[in-house]
């Protein structure tokens, strides 16, 4: 019988997707989440912006790009999410 190592546990990091609405400041831009629920009473559709300092080592950010953004250890006072990936690049006119 061969016995395998033990794997160690990888933890599944919170992703959450948004929009970069400022890049500036130096390895951090501000990311804009939407969601939206349903009112409790009266059911219509309300959207909620919450507005994240993520890191982003490469300043590789621009304003109007969508990206994939990963919850991480604290960085700062009100980082605690890195940039994972860029989904699309805003259009530069």
């Not at 160690?8 to 929009?19: H, L, S, Y």
């Not at 130096?26 to 009112?39: G, M, P």
Request: net charge positive; glycine share 4%; charged share 30%.
């Amino acid at each position: 019988m061969v016995e395998e190592a033990p794997s160690t546990p990888t933890t599944q990091r919170r992703t959450k997707v948004g929009v970069v609405v400022s890049d500036k400041m130096q390895k951090t831009c501000v990311v804009a989440v939407e969601n939206f629920r349903k009112h409790p009473l009266y059911g219509r559709t309300i959207r909620r912006t919450r507005r994240f300092k993520v890191h982003d080592e490469e300043n590789s950010c621009k304003v109007g790009d969508q990206v994939e953004i990963a919850e991480s250890k604290p960085i700062s006072k009100e980082k605690n999410w890195v940039v994972s990936q860029i989904l699309r690049r805003a259009n530069v006119v």
